[in-house]
């Protein structure tokens, strides 16, 4: 069983930024992919990043390309999502989500898919005003 917390979201002005964190339990953190999706209300799940177990390989959506950066730090069993110029689209809850073969699968093997991951956080708010 992997846990997943989410942290960081909130209310922030259009083209401001804030940094999401996902914190992971157990200790094979560092073998997982992690995913970033969004769903706002009304909308399906989006996906917004991924990054591959050793942090080599990132994905991103076309909508978020150039303004968010995902990152991972395995020593702290933690992935983050940077959010710079953000727009009022990009309201949502926010979930981080981990594909605990990712470090069987080819080393370039990042997925946008959320039926990749077979654990999920809760989530958290981000709004963004205009």
């Known amino acids: 069983q992997v846990q997943l917390v989410e942290s960081g979201g909130g209310l922030v002005q259009a083209g401001g930024s804030l940094t999401l964190s996902c914190a992971a339990s157990?200790?094979?953190?560092?073998?997982?992919?992690m995913g970033w999706f969004r769903q706002a209300p009304g909308k399906e799940r989006e996906f917004v990043g991924a990054?591959?177990?050793?942090?080599?390989?990132?994905d991103y959506a076309d909508s978020v390309k150039g303004r968010f950066t995902i990152s991972r730090d395995n020593a702290k069993n933690t992935v983050y999502l940077q959010m710079n110029s953000l727009k009022p689209e990009d309201t949502a809850v926010y979930h981080c989500?981990?594909?605990?073969?990712?470090?069987?699968?080819?080393?370039?093997?990042?997925?946008?898919?959320?039926?990749?991951?077979?654990?999920w956080g809760q989530g958290t708010q981000v709004t963004v005003s205009s």
């Open positions: 989500a981990a594909d605990i073969y990712g470090i069987s699968r080819p080393d370039t093997y990042v997925s946008s898919s959320p039926n990749a991951y077979e654990y």
């Open positions: 157990g200790r094979a953190f560092s073998r997982y992919a």
């Open positions: 990054i591959n177990w050793s942090g080599g390989i990132r």
